[in-house]
């Protein structure tokens, strides 16, 4: 007999009321009248959670049924931001939800200030997974996204005397209501050991014998698409001791002892990122990469698969797409389970490998291409070792056929690094069906500079496919107002469709629209002003152009020289050179984490922070001038910040960052761009056009160039006498109390190395900056550049994102 599928309740308010309160009485155990505020958001989480089962449950019975192939996103992080909001505007239940809560005598605003945000991501590739993942859906695309469950995000950052101090970020203190936990689904995990060669039926194999194990449970978050009723799986895997408890040694005595097994176990999934400059550390690295490969490998082969598949037709059910190195240690992993384990011969297991996989780079920085000591690779995982060690040895014999005598290209491409390391971008350029860079600029390094003999041996395995980011989220949820407008002007639909932005070019010169954009700005701006007052205690002037440089703080996204720029200002001022009404009001926001273990990083955000103490303070400015850095920046954040913006600082060293997709997020929500040729800002300028971008700077062939000839930071110095007096205020001790020696590290380093040439850029930098006054003055027209940057920018959608990944690397069709 077959079984009705399952219903949703009834989308009307008498419908939601009824559904609330059954899962605040049910499902929290309360009544509403002795619930406590995180019941009620609890209770609001499951109702919606409720709208969206059945559609859920029908697209994974669909996905099983038809046996489509489908995408498997493998992802060290996911930065998704609150869920409630967006599952709200997904299923098209915001305003239904409202009313309901009202009729509770609630207030839906209060309610969804309760969300904690997960503590699942970092900085762009944790964000750019969450905006891939939401575009697939909305596609019907068969997909599911693999990841880690992290107890704890990276850190939450605060600010003591101005210098960063990192906290545990227990995201999960109160549970959290978006998850299903699946113990019953559970992948067995090995690690350590050793190998042995065994006979089977006259063919020798290998066998792995681990040392030791863990548990992957799997957490399944709903994924759903935008009004399209489609609903796929985001599945994390939390680690767990197979034998958690040892009752014997607990009755003798010895506490510690007894959940020993479980302590190490579960400290796999405890934090995103560990700090590795340790040995330890490293080790810890890597035990979570090949934890949450192995078990999504193995979920997919073993679950999600028909018991009797024929493996050699998994390419045709799935390709595993690499989001960076991190998940890359998923090649031998996939080549052990179908030799050691399905038995099938090396080269058929090896040519199915190399369908199933494709890789995206997201660096151009050498440091960040993953490499893995042989040694802790043989100790933690020997198997894997010998798999990649075979794939190296018949890779480069493959080199030697077609260049033979050039043993230099042999060095240059072996996987292993000639002192023993594995590289691993190495192995997914070797393993992968297709590389892609992120941007337009990036893949053509990436060719060219990166891995150009991997270029030159696979013609046309590399490609590229722009960054997106998904508009559902970073437009019609972060700039309601934004939204309102367009849909009054080209009606509705532009949210799936982000080309139809375009429309709005010609209303660029229509003086009302130009007005009424200009109300929604200013409206984002006192938003902006109330959330940081009431979370930071930091107040935003109304009449301030919004200077905004926020993303991960490294020394190649150059702060320093948005820093030098707020000096250059201050100093104008307090030497008396000009007076401050003759310089435009700025508030300058950042927001930025340094690495617990980037030294000189953290020395940067220390500095940010005590420039603005004394330009803030400093009567001479007359609050002209203002320096904000809000701790802990996130993606709740960034929905208050990115709308409020005027200016998007996007200012990395050309021929250093992959792409950014914080530069489209503000364009789309009409910043204007100051930045250099790197990047997607090649291609934003491209799109919006040189009058509505601020470009400086160097362009790639001239850092390389000058590179080449010998960079010497100190003759920029001479050369700028802004410059100068800068660099000696930071060197006074202006910044540090007196303090001359606080700060010395940053300005040594900048003289005597500037590794991404901040000074090199720095004059060009501030007449661009100069350029923004004039134009900002000019309100009429700075606000018909930003309409342009928005019309133009529609390319920048992760639909679109993923619509080129569909056509040039998966090629897996949407399920209608």
Not at 333 to 356: F, G, H, N, P, S
Not at 732 to 743: P, Y
Request: a negative charge; proline letters at 4%; charged letters at 25%.
């Amino acid at each position: 007999m077959a079984l009705a599928p399952v219903q949703a309740p009834e989308p009307t308010v008498d419908g939601f009321v009824t559904q609330y309160l059954r899962n605040l009485n049910n499902g929290r155990g309360v009544a509403l009248s002795t619930s406590t505020a995180n019941d009620r958001y609890f209770a609001l989480a499951a109702t919606v959670r409720d709208y969206l089962m059945a559609r859920w449950l029908e697209d994974v019975r669909r996905q099983r049924t038809m046996q489509s192939k489908g995408v498997a996103y493998l992802s060290a992080e996911y930065l998704l931001g609150r869920q409630l909001d967006n599952n709200l505007l997904a299923t098209g239940l915001t305003d239904i939800a409202a009313e309901a809560l009202v009729a509770c005598g609630l207030d839906l605003e209060d309610v969804r200030a309760l969300e904690v945000e997960p503590g699942l991501g970092n900085g762009g590739l944790g964000r750019l997974a969450a905006c891939f993942i939401d575009s697939l859906a909305t596609l019907g695309v068969p997909s599911i996204g693999y990841g880690i469950r992290y107890e704890y995000g990276i850190f939450r950052q605060t600010f003591v005397d101005g210098q960063q101090v990192e906290q545990a970020d227990s995201w999960l203190a109160l549970g959290s209501p978006w998850e299903f936990p699946h113990p019953e689904a559970a992948q067995t995990i090995s690690f350590g050991g050793h190998t042995e060669t065994y006979d089977d039926e006259g063919v020798t194999r290998t066998r792995w014998e681990p040392s030791w194990n863990v548990l992957a449970v799997p957490y399944n978050y709903m994924v759903p698409g935008y009004h399209n009723g489609r609903v796929n799986t985001l599945r994390l895997w939390s680690a767990q001791a197979t034998k958690g408890f040892d009752l014997r040694v607990f009755n003798a005595g010895d506490y510690q002892e007894a959940v020993r097994a479980q302590t190490y176990a579960e400290n796999i999934s405890k934090v995103l990122y560990p700090e590795d400059s340790t040995p330890q550390g490293k080790e810890l690295r890597l035990q979570q990469q090949y934890f949450f490969v192995a078990a999504s490998i193995s979920d997919f082969v073993n679950l999600i698969l028909p018991s009797d598949f024929d493996m050699t037709h998994l390419p045709e059910r799935v390709i595993f797409q690499l989001n960076d190195t991190h998940p890359v240690i998923g090649v031998p992993e996939l080549m052990r389970v179908l030799v050691d384990e399905r038995k099938l011969e090396w080269d058929a297991a090896w040519q199915i490998t190399q369908q199933c996989f494709a890789y995206t780079c997201h660096t151009l920085l050498p440091e960040a291409l993953e490499v893995w000591s042989a040694d802790l690779l043989g100790r933690l995982l020997p198997r894997h070792l010998e798999i990649i060690y075979r794939i190296n040895d018949e890779f480069l014999e493959q080199v030697r056929e077609r260049f033979a005598g050039d043993a230099d290209r042999v060095q240059r491409m072996s996987i292993i690094s000639p002192d023993g390391s594995v590289r691993m971008a190495f192995l997914a350029t070797v393993a992968g069906s297709k590389v892609n860079g992120v941007a337009e600029l990036h893949s053509q390094l990436l060719r060219e500079k990166v891995l150009p003999d991997f270029d030159e041996f696979f013609p046309g395995k590399f490609t590229n496919v722009t960054n997106g980011v998904t508009p559902r989220r970073f437009v019609r949820l972060a700039n309601p107002g934004l939204s309102r407008l367009i849909t009054d002007t080209i009606g509705a639909g532009w949210l799936t469709d982000l080309d139809r932005l375009r429309e709005l070019e010609d209303y660029a010169d229509d003086a009302e629209f130009r007005s009424a954009f200009r109300a929604v700005k200013a409206a984002n701006k006192r938003v902006l002003a109330r959330t940081l007052a009431e979370r930071d205690g930091l107040t935003v002037a109304d009449d301030h152009l919004l200077d905004v440089m926020v993303k991960r703080l490294h020394e190649y996204k150059r702060q320093t020289l948005k820093l030098l720029h707020i000096i250059t200002e201050y100093d104008a001022i307090a030497s008396g050179r000009v007076t401050a009404d003759q310089v435009t009001p700025r508030t300058f926001v950042f927001g930025a984490k340094a690495a617990p273990g980037y030294a000189m990083a953290k020395r940067i955000i220390h500095l940010i922070n005590a420039v603005g103490s004394v330009v803030n303070d400093d009567p001479r400015v007359e609050g002209r001038l203002k320096v904000l850095f809000p701790p802990n920046y996130n993606v709740t954040l960034a929905e208050r910040v990115v709308p409020a913006a005027d200016l998007s600082e996007q200012i990395s060293l050309a021929g250093k960052e992959a792409s950014g997709t914080g530069n489209m997020k503000f364009a789309l929500n009409g910043a204007l761009t100051i930045g250099t040729d790197d990047g997607a800002n090649v291609e934003i300028r491209e799109l919006v056009g040189d009058d509505n971008f601020f470009l400086f700077g160097m362009a790639e062939p001239e850092v390389a160039d000058l590179q080449s000839r010998g960079y010497h930071p100190i003759d920029f110095v001479r050369a700028d006498e802004n410059l100068s007096r800068a660099l000696e205020l930071i060197s006074s001790g202006a910044f540090s109390g007196g303090d001359t020696s606080v700060f010395e590290p940053v300005v040594t380093n900048l003289t005597h190395h500037d590794p991404f040439m901040a000074l090199a850029d720095y004059t060009d930098y501030i007449a661009a900056q100069k350029r923004v006054d004039a134009l900002y003055a000019d309100q009429d027209a700075w606000t018909r550049a930003a309409i342009l940057n928005v019309a133009r920018c529609g390319f920048f959608s992760s639909d679109r994102s993923m619509r080129d990944y569909i056509d040039r690397i998966w090629h897996t069709p949407p399920i209608v």
